[in-house]
């Protein structure tokens, strides 16, 4: 069953048309300015990927792709999760420079995913990477990168509220750099998410650095993939939300795993099988490019410079019957 969050007294600023025409004008400013900002192109993309190949994004290990038969083929294919591994290979099949990039739109369904205010079976992201060298491989240019994103947020927003002055959403470009252990240092007694919430309250945008390995306390702040980011070098982009008044997550991104990193983190996740697939196996053999990339959430952006309190006001998806009737009654209109 989903949980559904109203916020007291929550009105939306726009209405159905205005939103509908706010999401498209976001999209289009949003991604000029991070193609400018990090160096990247815009290509094609897959909806799905072969089974078998280990392309597809595993998330945390247990989601449960789309998974269906193809007749000419007598194969199957997987509708993705995410596109974090094909931008790998992409960049090593079209052959990008050192310093350049792409983007994309990724549509992915998660079939498996618990839905709330912030979290729908459908995912739309701007997914993106970057070809990086060895001597660039480190925690400056990761944080050089996030900063910049964050500069592209901002002013996406100033420009969507010079078009509807009735948006009073405020974010600040002061970035807080912490680790999750520095968190569960901070607050030891409180879990990760409620750690994150007391963090944001007060330093309003954050980079959570280092989720996927176990802490000290032994647990872990959030699952991770262990064969695209390196969970040293990674992290997650996150603002102060007003309307919920929570920590908001908009990117999820990283360094990429290397030879060395993706060995021991593959021991670590206990998925050594992973090794005979195609992708794992280019990348210990060193064959496919160093890179820096993520995933930028399309409807999470829209809702936090629109202060829209549930996801479904910026994306179509499926909810259960109580999630539409309790938006309903709140005057939360789903799209």
Not at 222 to 243: E, H, Q, S, T
Not at 269 to 298: S, V, W, Y
């Amino acid at each position: 069953m989903s949980k559904l969050i109203i916020p007291k007294g929550y009105k939306p600023v726009l209405n159905l048309y205005e939103t509908q025409n706010a999401i498209g004008t976001i999209k289009r400013i949003f991604e000029e300015k991070l193609s400018k900002a990090l160096n990247l192109i815009r290509v094609s993309a897959p909806l799905f990927v072969p089974a078998n190949t280990g392309i597809n994004d595993d998330l945390n290990g247990v989601e449960r792709p789309v998974e269906f038969d193809i007749r000419e083929t007598n194969t199957y294919g997987q509708v993705v999760h995410s596109l974090a591994k094909w931008k790998r290979l992409a960049l090593h099949k079209y052959g990008f420079p050192v310093g350049q990039g792409l983007y994309t739109d990724m549509n992915a369904i998660r079939r498996d995913e618990e839905m709330d205010n912030l979290h729908s079976i459908y995912v739309d992201q701007w997914d993106w990477e970057k070809v990086i060298d060895r001597s660039t491989r480190n925690v400056d240019t990761l944080k050089s990168t996030v900063i910049k994103i964050v500069g592209v947020i901002c002013d996406t927003l100033d420009e969507i509220k010079k078009l509807y002055p009735q948006i009073t959403v405020k974010l600040s470009r002061e970035v807080s750099f912490i680790t999750t252990q520095e968190l569960e240092d901070l607050y030891p007694a409180l879990s990760p998410r409620e750690r994150e919430n007391e963090y944001l309250r007060e330093h309003k945008t954050a980079f959570i650095m280092q989720i996927g390995d176990v802490l000290k306390s032994g647990i872990r702040h959030d699952g991770r993939a262990p064969d695209y980011d390196d969970w040293k070098l990674n992290g997650d982009i996150m603002f102060w939300n007003d309307v919920l008044e929570c920590a908001f997550e908009v990117s999820s991104m990283g360094i990429r795993v290397d030879e060395k990193s993706l060995d021991e983190q593959l021991t670590k996740a206990g998925c050594d099988d992973r090794r005979n697939l195609l992708f794992h196996k280019m990348l210990l053999n060193g064959e496919l490019p160093l890179t820096i990339g993520g995933g930028i959430g399309q409807s999470r952006v829209c809702m936090l410079l629109l202060q829209k309190a549930h996801i479904g006001e910026v994306q179509v998806s499926i909810w259960d019957e109580e999630t539409i009737s309790g938006c309903k009654k709140a005057g939360i209109e789903l799209l």
